[in-house]
C-alpha cells in the first residue's frame, strides 16, 4: 500500500531515495511492515517540509537516527536478560538521539539563517554606573554587563580576601553608644 504525501513527486522520490537502506530492520522483515515503516519515515519528513536537497538530507539524517534509537530501545526490552546487552542497547540508544537532535538542531538554524533578518528592538537606557556593595537594588535596574562586572568583583572578594586593600579588609569599628539624654538611675548630687 502505497500512500500519497503532500510532497511534488520528484521531491518523494528523492527523500525515498536519501532513505534507502537508512532505517533499521521491523521486528518480522514484512513486505508490509517494511511499507509501513518507509511511509511513516516519509510522511514524519514531510511534515518538516524540507526546501532543499540540504534540508531534505538533514531530516533523513533525524528522522534515520530516531528510528534507530527507538529500535535499539525495542532490543534492550528484548534483551532483559543479559544486562550487558541491555547496557550495550541503551548506550547505542542514547547515543542515536543525541545524532538526531542535532540534526533537527542543525536544520531548525539552517531555516533559521535563510529567514529575513528581523528588526532588533531597541536596547532600554542603562541604569547608571552603581553597584553598592552592601546594598541590594532591583535586578530590572541593573544592565548585564554591570551584573557580570559585579558577580565577578563579588567572586574575588570571596575567593582571595588577602589580595583586597587593607581598607576594605578591615572590620568597621563599633560604633560607640550613643550618649543617653539623661542617667537613670541619677548619679547627680543634687537630690538630699
Partial sequence: MTMTFDLPPELEREIRAALAGRLPP????????????????????ADLKPNSREEIMLAVLGIAANAHAHH???LAGQHRAD???VLR????????????????????LLRQARLPAQPVAPKRKAAPKRLLRRESMPL???????LIQHLIAARARVLAPETQPAAERAEPAPA???TPAFEWPPMSPTIH
Avoid at 26 to 45: C, K, P, Y
Avoid at 93 to 101: L, T, V, Y
Avoid at 140 to 146: G, I
Wanted: aromatic share 8%; hydrophobic share 40%.
Fill in 89 to 108: 542497547c541503551r548506550s547505542k540508544a542514547i547515543a542515536k538521539m543525541r545524532e538526531a537532535r542535532k540534526a533537527f538542531e542543525t536544520l531548525r
Fill in 72 to 74: 535499539y530501545l525495542f
Fill in 140 to 146: 530590572q535596574d541593573v544592565s548585564d554587563e554591570e
Fill in 176 to 178: 560607640k553608644p550613643a
Fill in 26 to 45: 521491523t521486528a518480522d522483515g514484512s513486505a508490509e511492515s517494511l511499507q509501513a515503516r518507509d511511509n511513516f519515515a516519509l510522511a514524519a519528513i
Fill in 83 to 85: 544486562i550487558t546487552e
